[in-house]
């Protein structure tokens, strides 16, 4: 789990204000003990007296994280594009040659995923030219790897809106879903156990795994679900609204917002 925002601005700051004597230091003489106390001194009094120094010092920290963290994810969209709405081993629902992907990375015991799926369902019963790219990101445990090493294996055998079945029918499933769970879907929709088994050891299943959760760690994702349309990365079950309001800007001008 990454560190509250706060806490790293916090560190940011003070990591300023520690490597600042450092510096003037190294322009001139060593500080003595008594120096360096009274400049402590000063300091400390200084921000007791001014505490809003601190506060926008913290503000300003954070808006440049945010702006880092901002470029950083708009780069990794822009080099990972192709890999994100054509990867081979994705469920693809709605409209397969649609004017606007809409990429989702979720974890098939996340609560707000099974949440955000009827959302997902109405945007494409609304929207006849959405297309959805499902992608597996396992974040929750081993249970969730057995699920996603299951659905990987079953699109080896599904295609199409059959295996955008399959995947509906095992993230609304009851309880927890692990690997047996998984099979047991497969096997009510006719896949063939005995295949299904091999092609769950089969290296392209973990190579395809492993790449899905590359590409969450190259967007820093940190939970599911996590959503991507045009130029924007939405975390999190935001609900239907919101988000037939960005795929309605991305059509219209190329933007998350017009």
């Given at each position: 789990m990454p560190f509250p925002r706060s806490l790293t601005t916090l560190a940011l700051v003070l990591s300023l204000g520690v490597a600042a004597p450092a510096l003037a230091q190294t322009a001139s003489a060593p500080f003595?003990?008594?120096?360096?106390?009274?400049?402590?001194?000063?300091?400390?009094?200084?921000?007791?007296?001014?505490?809003?120094?601190?506060?926008?010092?913290?503000?300003?920290a954070e808006k440049r994280q945010v702006e880092t963290q901002r470029l950083a994810q708009?780069?990794?969209?822009?080099?990972?594009?192709?890999?994100?709405?054509?990867?081979?081993?994705?469920?693809?629902?709605?409209?397969?040659?649609?004017?606007?992907?809409?990429?989702?990375?979720f974890d098939y015991n996340c609560g707000y995923c099974r949440k955000a799926l009827g959302?997902?369902?109405?945007?494409?019963k609304s929207d006849p030219k959405l297309r959805v790219v499902i992608k597996d990101f396992p974040v929750l445990g081993p249970e969730s790897l057995e699920a996603s090493q299951v659905a990987m294996a079953v699109?080896?055998?599904?295609?199409?809106?059959?295996?955008?079945?399959?995947?509906?029918?095992?993230?609304?499933s009851k309880g927890r879903v692990n690997g047996a769970k998984a099979i047991e879907v497969a096997k009510s929709m006719g896949v063939d156990?005995?295949?299904?088994?091999?092609?769950?050891?089969?290296?392209?299943v973990k190579a395809a795994i492993a790449e899905n959760r590359g590409l969450g760690d190259r967007l820093g994702l940190s939970g599911t679900p996590a959503f991507i349309v045009g130029d924007e990365v939405i975390p999190g079950a935001v609900g239907l609204e919101p988000m037939r309001k960005t795929i309605g800007d991305v059509r219209q001008c190329g933007h998350a917002s017009c």
């Amino acid at each position: 789990m990454p560190f509250p925002r706060s806490l790293t601005t916090l560190a940011l700051v003070l990591s300023l204000g520690v490597a600042a004597p450092a510096l003037a230091q190294t322009a001139s003489a060593p500080f003595t003990d008594a120096q360096r106390s009274a400049i402590e001194g000063i300091i400390k009094d200084y921000l007791i007296k001014n505490p809003e120094v601190l506060q926008d010092a913290l503000a300003e920290a954070e808006k440049r994280q945010v702006e880092t963290q901002r470029l950083a994810q708009a780069s990794a969209l822009k080099e990972a594009r192709d890999l994100l709405v054509n990867g081979k081993h994705d469920v693809v629902g709605g409209n397969a040659a649609g004017d606007i992907t809409l990429v989702e990375f979720f974890d098939y015991n996340c609560g707000y995923c099974r949440k955000a799926l009827g959302d997902v369902q109405a945007l494409i019963k609304s929207d006849p030219k959405l297309r959805v790219v499902i992608k597996d990101f396992p974040v929750l445990g081993p249970e969730s790897l057995e699920a996603s090493q299951v659905a990987m294996a079953v699109a080896q055998q599904l295609k199409g809106d059959k295996l955008f079945e399959f995947h509906q029918k095992l993230l609304e499933s009851k309880g927890r879903v692990n690997g047996a769970k998984a099979i047991e879907v497969a096997k009510s929709m006719g896949v063939d156990t005995a295949k299904l088994q091999k092609d769950m050891a089969s290296p392209e299943v973990k190579a395809a795994i492993a790449e899905n959760r590359g590409l969450g760690d190259r967007l820093g994702l940190s939970g599911t679900p996590a959503f991507i349309v045009g130029d924007e990365v939405i975390p999190g079950a935001v609900g239907l609204e919101p988000m037939r309001k960005t795929i309605g800007d991305v059509r219209q001008c190329g933007h998350a917002s017009c």
